[in-house]
């Protein structure tokens, strides 16, 4: 056959999440007066819903708010998979922290799994939930010897496992360590029937609702952009980027990266089983049935949020990657997520500070949100209900652990410094007038920095590219037009509104 004649397999134009897509998510209202509760939930992804799950089942009164929609946040936009694998750590974690610490962090996270599990089966929820075996794989000869320790660490954990030499992946692999008897599934499935539960549970939510502020104290208040107050007894932060900073200076203890996500049709067979390589460029894989036929989720591609190449390349090196090693028939979708890292990798969970234990918070999951989501929900709701956890001390907010924390905290911050100067210094030639329809850019505007967008109608939308946040440069996100930050991994709608923390004040809208 001619070449010309093979039709071209193009990118979907616009972003969407097959979970999103897939789900019929309940709508709620708007908060419009001021209410008290037991317990005020900021941020309605894996870990507000959980938490509120679990504690309207206690009994408690609770109010779940959410910035934006349900679920719209990096839970509607992850891979969904539910493991105690993430990435090559056990090793790592057993020389920084020890063998004790390092198991209570396995056991979090599979007790997470395990909840997950007994909930869908319990309840029988429909959200598509198959064990599966989960692989990290290298084909760099530098990571073969990280793969023996790391199988290494899981015997010493009791980590149920295997180092291999080959997967069921149609492509060779110089070594794998498996962990057996893991899992898939829907989340926004999985999730919309625990928000039906909320509600039967007398649990109330609101969504288009901001919190900007806590007043400390018995009972505490939650404050929202509209002016409404919620008093309560406990606040929980889990609006993702913590929505209450209270001194903590999360957005120096975390940075933000952005992940991709293809949904594709294959010519070839899936094997089964989720995947993950260790080296750059990552690599992730897993599949979902939808109407009867298998789709393959083709992840990877991270980068710092706002830093890096054009990111429509991005989604184009994963389609190569799957055309490569499966063939490709359709893209039927792409999406990409936000997550948050710590300088030493676990999550903070727990008391913002010891001296407002009723300012809750859970943050920075490093990319394992279903396990580690709720894993955060599990110890809130043991220290709401003020019981023990053995988890609490590990996952504390206000730990700082000399190795790695320094190196990190200081890498972290002069890449901050970097981007702060190099913004300011950039040199602008294009004028918004350029610009064609669907087109964003930096541009210069009355002789400053400008960002502009210019929408399918031909409509022009300018903003000051200043972030609102520390005042960093925010760069053009050509594949999801959006302003993104390079800094702390604040993120903006082409005509400025807030999309991610740490800010929550929109750009500056411009006039030429
Ligand atoms: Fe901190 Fe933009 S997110 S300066």
Redesign the pocket.
């Known amino acids: 056959m001619d070449m010309k004649q093979i039709p071209q397999v193009s990118l979907p134009q616009y972003p969407e999440s097959y979970w999103l897509a897939s789900s019929n998510i309940p709508r709620f209202p708007q908060l419009t007066k001021d209410i008290h509760v037991d317990v005020a939930i900021v941020g309605a992804g894996i870990t507000g819903i959980t938490t509120a799950y679990l504690l309207s089942k206690q009994g408690l009164k609770v109010a779940v708010i959410e910035a934006g929609q349900m679920l719209s946040g990096t839970t509607g936009h992850t891979t969904a998979k539910i493991t105690a694998q993430h990435g090559l750590i056990y090793d790592e974690f057993i020389s920084n922290f020890g063998e004790e610490q390092t198991k209570l962090y396995y056991e979090a996270n599979q007790q997470a799994f395990q909840f997950i599990k007994e909930t869908v089966d319990q309840q029988h929820i429909s959200c598509d939930f198959t064990h599966e075996d989960a692989y990290i794989y290298t084909n760099s000869a530098n990571y073969v010897e990280k793969m023996t320790m790391e199988i290494n660490a899981y015997k010493k954990l009791g980590i149920i496992g295997d180092y291999l030499e080959q997967t069921p992946l149609p492509f060779p692999i110089k070594a794998a360590v498996v962990m057996k008897n893991q899992a898939q599934f829907n989340p926004v499935s999985y999730l919309t029937h625990l928000i039906q539960q909320i509600v039967k549970q007398g649990g109330q939510i609101f969504e288009h609702t901001t919190a900007v502020n806590v007043e400390k104290g018995r009972p505490a208040t939650v404050v929202t952009k509209a002016g409404y107050k919620i008093s309560c007894h406990y606040v929980v932060s889990c609006s993702h980027f913590p929505f209450y900073d209270g001194w903590e200076f999360y957005?120096a203890k975390m940075y933000a990266e952005r992940s991709y996500v293809l949904g594709v049709k294959t010519e070839r067979a899936y094997p089964g089983g989720m995947y993950l390589n260790a080296e750059e460029p990552n690599r992730s894989l897993r599949s979902a049935m939808v109407n009867g036929e298998r789709m393959v989720l083709v992840g990877g591609e991270s980068h710092k949020t706002g830093q890096g190449i054009c990111t429509i390349k991005h989604y184009e090196a994963l389609k190569h990657f799957a055309k490569e090693h499966f063939g490709l028939k359709e893209i039927s979708y792409r999406w990409s997520a936000q997550d948050l890292v710590t300088l030493d990798k676990l999550p903070y969970i727990g008391q913002n500070q010891a001296d407002t234990p009723n300012i809750l918070v859970a943050t920075g999951y490093k990319k394992w949100g279903m396990t580690t989501g709720t894993a955060a929900a599990l110890l809130i709701e043991k220290l709401v209900m003020d019981k023990e956890s053995p988890y609490q001390e590990l996952f504390k907010p206000e730990r700082f652990h000399a190795n790695p924390g320094i190196k990190n905290f200081v890498v972290q911050n002069v890449d901050v410094a970097k981007h702060l100067i190099a913004g300011k210094l950039e040199m602008i030639y294009r004028k918004p007038e350029e610009l064609g329809n669907d087109e964003g850019a930096v541009v210069k505007v009355n002789g400053s920095r400008a960002g502009a967008y210019r929408d399918q109608q031909g409509d022009l939308y300018l903003v000051d590219t200043t972030?609102t946040?520390?005042?960093?440069e925010v760069e053009w996100n050509l594949a999801e037009r959006t302003w993104d930050?390079p800094?702390?991994?604040?993120r903006f709608s082409y005509q400025g509104e807030v999309l991610e923390g740490?800010?929550d004040k929109p750009l500056k809208s411009l006039q030429m």
Not at 469 to 472: K, W
Not at 487 to 490: I, K, L, M, P
Request: aromatic fraction near 8%; proline fraction near 8%; charged fraction near 0%.
């Open positions: 957005f972030c946040h520390m005042g960093c930050c800094c702390h991994g604040s740490p800010t």
